[in-house]
């Protein structure tokens, strides 16, 4: 059974930084993109970073490219996102989902995904 689970949310003052787990069990990374996505609150969820695993390959959302980083562990089975120089922007609800490796379809599309974890809470205070 496909499983995610996120971690490391908190408060965190602006200019801050946090990391961001998502622990996967049930299947290998490498067959599989992995996303983290985000939803604040009256706004529509939204593709922060995915990671192809198998060729190597980041995608960050103009938002975020520069200041996230997103990586993985696959001794762990986990995939991180570093988050640097947070805004009061950046606060939101936090989503690793996971869909088969190979579609065609944009990998920062949150409905192209099957598979989601809880999310964690990211909130930045200015």
């Known amino acids: 059974e496909v499983q995610l689970q996120a971690s490391g949310g908190g408060l965190v003052q602006g200019r801050g930084s946090l990391r961001l787990s998502c622990a996967a069990s049930?299947?290998?990374?490498?067959?599989?993109?992995i996303g983290w996505f985000r939803q604040a609150p009256g706004k529509e969820r939204e593709g922060v970073s995915s990671?192809?695993?198998?060729?190597?390959?980041?995608y960050y959302a103009d938002s975020v490219k520069d200041r996230f980083t997103i990586s993985s562990d696959n001794v762990k089975n986990t995939v991180y996102l570093q988050m640097n120089s947070l805004k009061p922007e950046d606060t939101a609800v936090y989503y690793c989902?996971?869909?088969?490796?190979?579609?065609?379809?944009?990998?920062?599309?949150?409905?192209?995904?099957?598979?989601w974890g809880q999310g964690t809470q990211v909130t930045v205070s200015s």
């Open positions: 989902a996971a869909r088969p490796e190979g579609s065609h379809w944009s990998i920062l599309a949150w409905y192209e995904y099957d598979y």
């Open positions: 990671i192809n695993i198998r060729y190597g390959s980041t």
């Open positions: 049930g299947f290998t990374l490498d067959d599989y993109d």
